[in-house]
């Protein structure tokens, strides 16, 4: 079990450019999870993959946001047209559902500042 | 919506004192309760849970009761080390069990713990 992996861990970059971010999850887990984290804030929820469909996506991922999960391995999460209320953490997680409850495992997230 | 709110930090302790961070919450039907710890460096990783009203999660000395009449899920150690210096926080998953990984957490709350 090496963990979930993000990358980058830190992302700077201008308003108006676009950037990735990468998250490997936990190889045999079947959920992906992103989330958010702004400064003195807990973590807030953004979408989820079980394998590689998108199954929810919160209202607070704008049309700029659009995350991809394909063959249900690795995820990741695209911001275009950045603005500067991006700039947060964001967190990967992921999980292994097989009927009962299964820990989600968090990454160390990636920070993105946006100038 | 659902929502959670912890009391206000930081907290600053000394080694062996008595810890409460009040966690209460706002949901609709039996959601599952959850405290989340993040070391300084280090991903959140899951601290403890309860699932149904009155259950009481405990790890690593820390507990913490589901009490659906307050709707409270309080978390306490009765003797904090520094090792336990880290962000705490409380997080609950809507009723239903198949959504366990889309949470809903608070701000948290820093403890300081000093020798």
């Known amino acids: 079990d090496t963990g979930v992996s993000q990358d980058p861990r830190h992302k700077i970059t201008k308003r108006g450019q676009n950037v990735t971010f990468r998250c490997d999850p936990i190889s045999e887990h079947n959920r992906l999870y992103w989330y958010r984290q702004t400064l003195g804030q807990g973590p807030e929820f953004l979408t989820y993959f079980q394998n590689e469909a998108q199954l929810e996506k919160s209202r607070l991922l704008s049309d700029r946001f659009s995350a991809e999960r394909p063959k249900g391995s690795f995820s990741t999460l695209e911001i275009q047209r950045t603005e500067q209320g991006d700039s947060a953490m964001y967190l990967c997680?992921?999980?292994?559902?097989?009927?009962?409850?299964?820990?989600?495992?968090f990454g160390n997230g990636t920070r993105l500042t946006v100038t | 919506g659902d929502s959670v709110t912890q009391m206000e930090g930081p907290v600053t302790l000394s080694e062996e004192a008595f810890l409460t961070i009040n966690c209460t919450y706002t949901?609709?039907?039996?959601?599952?309760l959850f405290w989340y710890v993040q070391y300084p460096g280090e991903g959140l990783q899951l601290l403890l849970k309860?699932?149904?009203?009155?259950d009481k999660g405990s790890n690593k000395g820390f507990e913490a009761t589901y009490r659906k009449e307050t709707t409270s899920f309080h978390l306490e150690k009765g003797s904090v080390q520094v090792s336990d210096s880290a962000v705490y926080f409380c997080a609950l998953t809507p009723d239903g069990g198949t959504s366990y990984g889309k949470l809903t957490f608070g701000q948290g709350t820093i403890l300081t713990v000093h020798p």
């Open positions: 949901a609709t039907g039996y959601p599952s």
């Open positions: 997680a992921s999980s292994q559902v097989t009927g009962g409850y299964s820990p989600l495992h």
């Open positions: 309860a699932t149904k009203a009155d």
